[in-house]
């Protein structure tokens, strides 16, 4: 927690997140580390909004920003994180479950901050901004930033509505998931009256692959094991293949809707041997009642009903092991056939 002097609000309106947007002059965004499309396109829709307002910006990432996200426009303004804490008056956290998966070099640039701002759409947010902005509710991140800068009239150039659009697709699947509303698909209209370029943005978002991204999947497929009653899928990555394949951290991402998407199959899981000797543990569920997120955060992870992560101890066997078995007493107690 920085050393704020504004007493803490867990339940903030867009009008104080407003306020602080106004009344200061210098801001550093910053998202979860292995940023996915809500992470960066977040940054980018709220970055953007502030610097057309004239403010003082950076957009900082642990990981820098993934070759899959170069594409939209502004892109080139995220950066590693500096050596250095930066002389900022606001740090804004955007959808970000806890403040350790800012990593740690974020962290550290963002020290200086006087004010947290966390906004997010994670149900196991644990609310460690001065400020927090969480709608659970909400299928990304970005979708409150767009109902955000219409409430307060903030400005919405190009960068921030390509941005909004991406953040939001990326985490709907294509505007398929259950929390998808009406009020989504508003929103994707008006953003597209307001000149996103639909065809050329999807193509960008989705059919434009390394070649490399086939070759692990063909490797995962190599790796896929289903339960015998159907229900549970799940593949793994080997630190040595992310090595032959010359990976990168994002080309598996999404990768799991393919096995999610069998037919019977409940819950999906993909297990990756991080180059730290840690493992990444991704869960998809199609059934609330199959609550990943619950299992995720007995292990210290986190994320929403049916899409959540882990980050735990290896090696790979250990923490497949345990996360299978916990996995099956929840199956278990839900599925009782
Ligand atoms: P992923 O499987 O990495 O796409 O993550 C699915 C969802 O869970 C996303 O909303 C992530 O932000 C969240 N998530 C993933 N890993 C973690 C973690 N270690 N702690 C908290 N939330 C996580
Ligand atoms: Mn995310
Ligand atoms: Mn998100």
Request: cysteine-free; overall charge negative.
């Given at each position: 927690m920085s050393e704020s002097t504004e007493p803490r609000n867990d339940n903030a309106t867009f009008q104080d997140i407003g306020e602080i947007l106004r009344s200061r002059q210098s801001f550093v965004l910053i998202s979860h580390m292995r940023p996915d499309g809500d992470a960066i396109g977040s940054q980018l829709a709220l970055g953007f909004a502030l610097l057309a307002m004239g403010k003082s910006v950076r957009l900082i990432n642990e990981?820098?920003?993934p070759e899959s996200l170069a594409?939209?426009?502004?892109?080139?303004?995220i950066e590693s994180p500096p050596p250095v804490a930066l002389d900022v008056e606001v740090a804004i956290a955007l959808?970000?479950?806890?403040?350790p998966r800012l990593g740690d070099a974020a962290l550290h640039a963002a020290s200086k901050a006087e004010i947290w701002l966390n906004i997010d759409h994670h149900?196991?947010?644990?609310?460690?901004?001065?400020l927090n902005l969480i709608d659970a509710t909400s299928p990304a991140t970005g979708e409150i930033l767009y109902d955000l800068i219409l409430a307060l009239e903030l400005p919405l150039p190009a960068e921030t509505r390509d941005a909004i659009y991406v953040a939001v697709s990326t985490d709907t699947g294509s505007f398929q998931?259950?929390?998808?509303?009406a009020r989504t698909y508003d929103m994707a209209a008006d953003l597209v009256r307001r000149g996103v370029d639909v065809g050329t943005i999807n193509s960008m978002t989705?059919?434009?692959?390394?070649?490399r991204r086939l070759e692990l999947m063909r490797s995962l497929l190599n790796t896929l094991e289903r339960s015998s009653d159907g229900i549970l899928a799940h593949w793994e990555l080997r630190e040595q293949t992310r090595r032959d394949l010359a990976l990168r951290p994002e080309d598996s991402e999404g990768l799991i809707d393919v096995i999610r998407a069998i037919r019977g199959v409940r819950l999906a899981v993909f297990f990756e041997e991080l180059p730290d000797g840690k493992v990444r543990v991704s869960m998809r569920s199609k059934d609330r009642a199959l609550d990943v997120c619950r299992i995720a955060m007995e292990f210290g992870g986190g994320g929403h009903a049916l899409a959540a992560g882990i980050r735990m101890k290896g090696p790979l066997e250990e923490a497949k092991g345990r996360v299978l078995t916990a996995i099956r007493r929840r199956i278990d107690e839900v599925c009782k056939i």
């Open positions: 990981d820098g920003l594409f939209l426009p502004g892109s080139e303004r959808d970000t479950a806890t403040k149900i196991s947010n644990t609310n460690y901004g001065d998931y259950p929390s998808t509303t989705y059919d434009d692959h390394p070649y």
